[in-house]
């Protein structure tokens, strides 16, 4: 069974940065496409970006230009660098990857993270 570990969250103010991490227990370029999504307090869990086995990035309109993914597949490891944060990306971040390379939003992915929560304060 395949593990994905996230780390990396905390509470930030508004303006501020995080970078968020996700360990996987297999190598992430047999995992394919890996991905972030985050569920914010009563709504549903949403898509926020990805990245596919060619390194090509997809993000939710939302946090593009904020936010960046990238992996290192040395380290089976990608990462979700937020910048200039706002109170509405508070939420719990959760690691995903689905096996196979797709560009685009990643449905029904094959393994989840536990989540990390992150916290923006105004």
């Known amino acids: 069974q395949v593990q994905l570990v996230e780390s990396g969250g905390g509470l930030v103010q508004a303006g501020g940065s995080l970078r968020l991490s996700c360990a996987a227990s297999e190598r992430t370029l047999s995992l394919g496409t890996m991905g972030w999504f985050r569920q914010a307090p009563g709504k549903e869990r949403a898509f926020v970006a990805s990245?596919?086995?060619?390194?090509?990035?997809y993000y939710a309109d939302s946090v593009k230009g904020r936010f960046t993914i990238s992996r290192d597949s040395a380290k089976n490891t990608q990462y979700l660098q937020m910048n200039s944060l706002k109170p509405e990306d508070t939420a719990v971040y959760y690691c995903?990857?689905?096996?196979?390379?797709?560009?685009?939003?990643?449905?029904?992915?094959?393994?989840w993270g536990q989540g990390t929560q992150v916290t923006v304060s105004s």
């Open positions: 995903a990857a689905r096996r196979g390379s797709y560009y685009g939003r990643i449905y029904s992915p094959d393994y």
């Open positions: 990245i596919n086995l060619s390194g090509s990035t």
